[in-house]
């Protein structure tokens, strides 16, 4: 198995994001703090996954026993993969915050969304980022042997920001990031008509990002590269360099906080009767 998600704290965030599924569903609290004892026995359970992944929906850096799940993996040997809103609260925003993330991570992503949807200003959210790319390059200019997260951008393309992905795109070549997941913003059935009209990108928007969003200094990939058949899971498409794809969601396991499993976690699949 190659991913272990653990969404730690769903209901737990610093800034808003209305794109969220649980907003969407219309239920955005309710699930509750994964207790450490559901996150250890998953990652037990598990013990051949390459990576972890705290949260998703809901700010991972927020979660109250992030401390001791950063420690267990680190015991194990087991890379996180995290997702911030890029706020990095409390001690994270320090140097040696940052820098502890960098060693414990295999890759640090940075949603744009906290800016997006008014959460944390654009200046704001730019200045943490380069922060993180000039902790992170001090570290491989002091110790060239030690492994160092790279940065990541996660961006859900919608129809506000899509005219300015060419220039977040030239922005994140001059700062140094690794790779962007350029992700089509998702909908689930239940998703309110006000929502659709706000965010969905016009017709014929992502067949023209696709041709336009490439790099030769910043790695581009996510589900803008993919093309989802009707209901099902199965996924094909092409990398920028033209290199097939395989479904995302394969060999991928999400727990929840009170320890169920979702072996799926495409969410027009597992919410589709949601209303």
């Known amino acids: 198995m190659r991913r272990l998600t653990l969404l730690t704290n769903p209901d737990t965030c610093n800034l808003h994001c209305p794109l969220c599924f649980l907003n969407q569903r219309g239920v955005p609290s309710g699930f509750g703090v994964m207790p450490i004892e559901v996150a250890r026995r998953s990652i037990e359970k598990y013990a051949g996954v390459r990576e972890v992944i705290p949260s998703t929906m809901g700010e991972p850096l927020l979660y109250s026993h992030f401390d001791e799940l950063l420690e267990l993996c680190g015991s194990l040997g087991i890379p996180m993969n995290l997702t911030t809103n890029g706020s990095f609260p409390k001690k994270w925003g320090s140097d040696e915050g940052l820098k502890s993330l960098l060693l414990a991570c295999i890759d640090i992503k940075v949603s744009t969304l906290s800016y997006e949807t008014g959460g944390l200003p654009e200046s704001k959210w730019k200045a943490n980022v380069e922060r993180l790319l000039d902790v992170r390059r001090l570290l491989m200019e002091n110790d060239s042997l030690r492994a160092v997260a790279t940065v990541s951008l996660q961006v859900t393309l919608h129809r506000k920001n899509a005219d300015f992905a060419p220039e977040l795109l030239r922005w994140a070549e001059r700062v140094g990031i690794n790779r962007i997941k350029w992700n089509p913003v998702v909908f689930l059935g239940c998703a309110s008509r006000e929502l659709r009209e706000r965010f969905a990108l016009p017709e014929g928007a992502v067949e ?10 910043v790695r581009c990939e996510g589900s803008l590269h993919f093309e989802v058949r009707g209901g099902s899971c199965a996924v094909s498409g ?8 395989e479904c995302p969601f394969a060999d991928e396991v999400w727990v929840w906080p009170d320890g169920h499993e979702d072996h799926c976690p495409n969410p027009r699949l597992r919410w589709a009767s949601s209303r």
Do not use: F, I, P
């Not at 023209?208 to 200094?217: G, I, K």
């Not at 092409?238 to 794809?245: E, F, V």
């Open 208 to 217: 023209q990002l696709r041709t336009v969003l490439h790099s030769d200094r």
């Open 238 to 245: 092409k990398d920028c360099d033209g290199k097939s794809l």
